[in-house]
């Protein structure tokens, strides 16, 4: 039930095309990853301040959307994003 209520809610998440191709690059280099908390994570360490931003911005889009999900179902926003990771 959580994860249809993340599939459902995906397009809330408030990101911005920026965002999502700054972080697109750097994970198909190897660089930023997912976690298996539903968070967006550093493989390795990156300097550059836009990707940080990038990174922080999406992440807090997610930690959005998961407590809501979390509310909607009665788990702990930990739960959501655990269960988003499982996709």
Known sequence: ???????????AVAQSANAKSVVDTAKAQGVVGEQADGFLG???PASDPALQAAVAEINAGRAQLYREAAARNGVSPEAAGASAYLQ
């Open 1 to 11: 039930a959580v994860l249809a209520a993340l599939v459902m809610a995906q397009p």
């Open 42 to 44: 550093f493989v390795k």
